[in-house]
């Protein structure tokens, strides 16, 4: 399920635990498998699903120790943060480039959506307003084709007003 060839992510591990010793921090077989983890997942998951993925394996791991490391991570730019959902933070490392997300409001799924020229444009777009890009944030809101066409259960995918009156099981 790797989004990312097995010889492209022990070079990537390779050196972000070259750049984490730079910075002082000690690489721990738990901070290897999270970074693992992370780097390999196209799913985007939280901290909370990192952590329990790993449970077998490190069953003395502290969910704190998997928030430690991916804080390092996103110092270190080597994971973004997403800024959806209720049920905490979800964590992107599998594509360390700029690039936008479809959420689903009603499953949480979180889709890659890379598209190259795209990025040209909004980095452009940045650079000729004379602002300086720190974080990247892009999220496309809506159903994904599941969720599209399973019945609503009963709970409306937003609580926005202006789709408050569409009806769940209606597509817009
Ligand atoms: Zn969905
Ligand atoms: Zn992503």
Known sequence: MGVQNESFLSKRLESVCARLRAHGHRVTPQRLAIMEFVFSSAQHPTAQQI?????ARFPT???????KTLHLLEELEEVAVLGVEAEGARYDGAQPVPHAHLVCERCGAVVDAHEPAQQQDCL????????LLRHWRLELLGLCPSCQSAPAQGQEPSTRADVAHAGGDQPY
């Open 124 to 131: 452009a777009l940045v650079k000729k307003r004379g602002w």
């Open 61 to 67: 791991m502290s969910l704190a120790t998997v928030y």
């Open 51 to 55: 952590y329990e993925a790993l449970q």
